[in-house]
């Protein structure tokens, strides 16, 4: 009678955290469940481990259980907050605010190298970074990741990027119409990503003054990373590690075989545009994905951003870090 009295006591008190939000209970257990993977409607060359792993069978070979959930790359946060999806592939440079506003969701992995990209017209006298000093540079946004990466760039170099110590102008356009900007002199410079950056470059003769994927500042951190929800990884860590260790296999076919993951992406229209522009695009992606990696590029996203005014400044970016990052069990650092 003890015995049956006490495990009824003992339940009783575990649905009482439930409800009060102290726990939360899984919904199924964990071998039934099926991840939720966000995929953009408009899909680049960055999430191409995401469809290589379907491709080759990396999901089925870790035993996860997987579905597909459509969204455009606005809704990440909000989806992932709310459960409508359990991971997703997203810019690091666009959440690092949001993360230190208190978005709760977890980095597991750092996907990728490379992205952005400024550049001047061919007869431009700009030389060198540090020559945009004083000059216009166009951008999609104040928030874009090009934005965040050329501010950090310049303010590495001392060039005041903030709004008390503003030595660049930003003008903003249209993404699409930022190519044609430069060509007619309305601006000195484009931050631009690719595949349009690549495109304008090939086709206009424009110059990269600053290249996320070989620039000593940036060639080693990664732009891309896997994001997952906080509960998802509390509830099913074996889940959340078999989808990151199905990723890590796929980046790996990646960096090992871009002409035949562009090949697979085309047939399976997975990713729109030439193929010969996205080979040698994804040749210039380091993806060798890493999971300590990720970490350290939490860090210096958090530490720069701070210094920009985009991160509070009574924020402890380390603190931050170790918040935001994880390292799951079962999960090697990296392939290579």
């Not at 601006?187 to 690549?198: H, K, Q, S």
């Not at 086709?203 to 500042?217: L, P, S």
Request: glycine letters at 8%; hydrophobic letters at 45%; one cysteine or more.
């Amino acid at each position: 009678m003890k015995k049956r009295f006490l495990a009824v006591l003992l339940a009783g008190l575990a649905l009482s955290a439930y409800a009060r939000g102290r726990v939360q209970a899984p919904a199924v257990v964990e071998e039934d469940y099926v991840v939720k993977i966000g995929q953009g409607v408009t899909v680049g060359l960055c999430s191409a481990p995401f469809f290589i792993a379907i491709e080759k069978g990396y999901y089925e070979e870790e035993g996860l259980k997987w579905e597909l959930v459509q969204l455009e790359q606005s809704q990440i946060n909000l989806l992932l907050t709310t459960g409508q999806i359990d991971v997703a592939n997203n810019l690091l440079a666009l959440v690092i605010q949001p993360l230190a506003n208190g978005l709760d969701v977890k980095i597991p992995l750092g996907l990728h190298t490379g992205c952005q990209k400024v550049l001047v017209r061919a007869d431009s006298d700009i030389r060198t970074p540090a020559e945009l000093k004083g000059k216009k540079i166009g951008t999609s946004g104040m928030a874009s990741s090009g934005t965040v990466i050329t501010q950090r760039y310049l303010a590495e170099l001392g060039i005041g990027v903030t709004a008390d110590n503003l030595e660049v102008e930003w003008v903003i356009y249209q993404s699409a119409d930022l190519p044609l900007a430069l060509e007619r002199g309305q601006v000195d410079a484009i931050a631009l990503g690719d595949p349009t950056a690549y495109i304008t470059e090939r086709d206009t003769g424009a110059r990269v003054i600053i290249n996320q994927a070989t620039d000593d500042y940036l060639k080693d951190e990664y732009c891309c990373v896997i994001m997952a929800g906080s509960d998802f990884i509390k509830n099913y860590p074996q889940t959340a590690a078999k989808f990151v260790r199905a990723i890590q296999k796929a980046a790996a076919f990646v960096q090992n075989n871009p002409e035949e993951t562009v090949r697979l992406m085309a047939e399976k229209r997975y990713v729109a545009g030439d193929p010969e522009v996205n080979t040698a695009i994804l040749k210039t992606y380091n993806y060798r994905s890493s999971v300590s990696g990720a970490q350290i590029a939490i860090s210096r996203n958090a530490r720069d951003l701070q210094r920009i005014g985009l991160v509070d400044a009574d924020v402890d970016p380390e603190a931050l870090t170790r918040n935001i990052f994880i390292a799951l069990d079962g999960v090697p650092d990296s392939l290579f």
